[in-house]
Each structure stands twice: as C-alpha cells, then as structure tokens.
C-alpha cells in the first residue's frame, strides 16, 4: 500500500496562474511533511515543510495547506514562473526516534508555459 | 551551512561487480543517514536508515548484504552495492539530518550508477 501519494501526475500552467498540487497520506503517525522539488539531472532541494501542529506554512509564492483530519495537503505555488517548472515530491516523516526516514510521493511533475 | 557531499558522482560498473559510494556531511553532525535509490521513472525508495548509536535499519526489499553500510562518525557514510545487476541502476542519495532540527533531510547531489 502507498504510504504517500500525489496528484496530478503532471500538470501545466501559464506563467502567473496558481499551480495547486495534491498529496495525501496513509500514516497518521507522520508528524513532518516536506515538500522537496528536483529539476533534471540534479538531486532533490527541500523547498517549504510543514509540521502538524499547523495547518498553513507560507514562504513567498508557496504554500502547504494541511488538513489533519483528512489526511491531506497541498502545495500552492502562486504567480507560478517557468523557473519553477520541476518535478515536485511531497514527503512524510518522522520527528522521534525514525527522524530522517522520509517516505516519498511519486510527483508531480510541474510545466508553466511563459 | 550544511552540505552533504557524495563521490563518485556517476560510476559504471560491469554485472555481478561490485562499488562503493561515499557521503560526507559538511557543518553539521549527521546523527541520522538515510540512503535512497531513484531508480529510472520512480520516486525515491529508502533503503536503510543510519542512526548515531542504533542499529541500522533496512527497509523491506533491501538487506545489509547487499547493501552494507557504514556510519563511523557524525560527517561520513558509506554504501556498497554488492553484485550489482541490471536493477540496481539509479541515483543514490544520501540525507543527512540530525536532531533538533525536524528532522529537515539534506541530500548530497547523489552517486548515479549504471551496470553494464
């Protein structure tokens, strides 16, 4: 069973709309939620994360929103730029005794057209 | 700043050898080592997580003797993949994390492998 999923698998926007991306979790245990982008032929780079505690963690043009109950959450990357096309991960992981195992998503992969 | 620093960056090996890749921690104490493989079109599979003064744990489908690992001190890792074949191309990467900090992963810029 797939302990982290994302959706879509792909999605294209126009330079300046709002990319919204999906991630979903089975673990309820998880208690760390990163977010990490990969651009061709490099490793992945975290990009924003966000603990369960809160709901909403905002750096610039992008946003986690977090929804506890249901499991899920997202990514808003605002007044989205063709620099920011990538393939996004989301992750999840631990705080306690496992910190620095991280299960990830498959991604999504991200195209803004200028 | 923390860096994580990996070598080789790329590496061929033939089928049924065997190659060792390294990761080192730069300005930080890695307590914790988590070694993943992306293999071509997949997400990142953990593979085994090292932790300062803990066992090393294996995740499912992975075992210590094919990958044996070694983490003698807080700035340097290392992994061998033994009797490489076919499936076991990818890129490998090494996180780094330590305590305290929310378990935030920094990944060295990974050890592409291909078998021939």
């Known amino acids: 069973q797939q302990q982290v999923r994302q959706s879509p698998q792909s999605l294209t926007v126009w330079e300046g709309e709002t990319a919204i991306l999906n991630c979903s979790y089975e673990?309820?245990?998880?208690?760390?939620f990163p977010w990490y982008w990969q651009f061709p032929r490099e490793s992945p780079a975290l990009l924003i994360a966000?603990?369960?505690?809160?709901n909403k963690k905002e750096d610039g043009r992008f946003t986690i929103f977090f929804n506890k109950r249901e499991k899920k959450l997202s990514l808003h990357i605002t007044d989205s730029q063709p620099g920011d096309s990538a393939t996004y991960f989301c992750?999840?992981?631990?705080?306690?005794?496992?910190?620095?195992?991280?299960?990830f998503g498959h991604g999504t992969i991200l195209r803004v057209h200028p | 700043g923390a860096l994580v620093y990996q070598y080789p960056r790329r590496t061929i090996c033939k089928s049924g050898t065997s190659m060792r890749m390294e990761c080192q921690a730069v300005?930080?104490?890695?307590?914790?080592v988590a070694w993943y493989r992306q293999s071509p079109q997949k997400t990142f599979e953990l593979i085994a997580l090292?932790?300062?003064?803990?066992?090393?744990?294996?995740e499912q489908n992975f075992t210590q003797e094919k990958f044996p690992i070694s983490h003698p001190n807080l700035s340097f890792s290392s992994m061998t993949v033994l009797n490489a074949y076919l499936e076991d191309r990818g890129l490998y990467l090494c996180?780094?994390?330590?305590?305290?900090?929310?378990?935030?992963?920094?990944f060295g810029p990974g050890t592409r492998l291909t078998v021939l």
């Open positions: 992750a999840a992981g631990y705080t306690g005794a496992n910190t620095g195992k991280l299960t």
């Open positions: 673990d309820s245990t998880f208690d760390y």
């Open positions: 966000i603990r369960p505690v809160s």
């Open positions: 300005g930080f104490q890695a307590t914790s």
């Open positions: 090292s932790t300062v003064n803990s066992a090393i744990k294996y």
């Open positions: 996180g780094a994390s330590y305590w305290g900090n929310y378990a935030e992963q920094f």
